[in-house]
């Protein structure tokens, strides 16, 4: 039977205040990863941030730490070129993954981000779910697709999250979330529900904030 991936919907009271408490309280930069050797210690679970350049991932972790710089927002193709974790108060890391679809950088430089992609998906044990950011503009395109068939292979668990909701007009948000769910019928990672968001307008925030609180 064909998933139909409905919107997420509104938390709870209970849900809604452990998604506040978790992101009220103080959310630090820990470090830069640029090899698996230096991620931090396995002790506690995380959740990872994945999505193609400019699609609006460090806005979204800014809106959900509501912290205006927390995570550095850029223009230019490709900045972040490092697994940057952030910690939580008692709860899990945040994982912003580097940008991949970028056309710009090197060919040597896009090689290496793609293998500690790659090797980071695969091979971190305490990862609990994957964030994958779409475009509400766009829709899934090809480079999505490799994205989401390393996670199907290696066994992690993803959900898609979309990004500049407003951006869009109701009618063209609709054709762009049948082509998302056709996309995602295809992969038997995907978490069954889609999160719309606007970092902007901070629609759909509290609710992946919950996500993310409710995640052991």
């Not at 039977?1 to 919107?7: T, V």
């Not at 509104?10 to 820990?30: I, Q, T």
């Not at 293998?115 to 509400?136: C, E, H, M, P, Q």
């Not at 068939?149 to 979330?177: G, H, I, N, P």
Request: charged share 25%; glycine share 6%.
């Amino acid at each position: 039977m064909e998933l139909n991936f409905p919107l997420a919907e509104e938390p709870d009271d209970f849900a809604r205040e452990a998604g506040r408490k978790l992101f009220a309280a103080p959310v630090e930069f820990l470090k830069g990863v640029v090899a698996m050797s230096g991620l931090p210690p396995a002790d506690r679970i995380e959740v990872c941030f994945a999505g193609r350049s400019n699609v609006g991932k460090s806005s979204l972790i800014n809106a959900l730490t509501n912290r205006r710089n927390l995570a550095r927002a850029s223009n230019t193709p490709g900045r972040t070129q490092e697994i940057n974790y952030f910690t939580t108060q008692d709860g899990p890391y945040l994982v912003d993954l580097p940008g991949y679809g970028f056309a710009q950088a090197p060919v040597a430089v896009v090689a290496k981000w793609q293998a500690l992609l790659k090797n980071y998906l695969s091979g971190r044990a305490t990862l609990r779910r994957a964030f994958v950011l779409i475009d509400t503009r766009h829709g899934v395109k090809a480079v999505d697709e490799e994205i989401l068939k390393l996670l199907d292979r290696s066994a992690v668990t993803f959900q898609v999250v979309m990004t500049k909701a407003d951006k869009v007009s109701a009618k063209d948000r609709e054709k762009v979330l049948t082509q998302v769910r056709q996309a995602l019928s295809k992969h038997p990672a995907a978490y069954p529900e889609i999160v719309l968001t606007s970092s902007e307008k901070g629609e759909g925030i509290e609710t992946l904030r919950a996500i993310i609180a409710g995640l052991d």
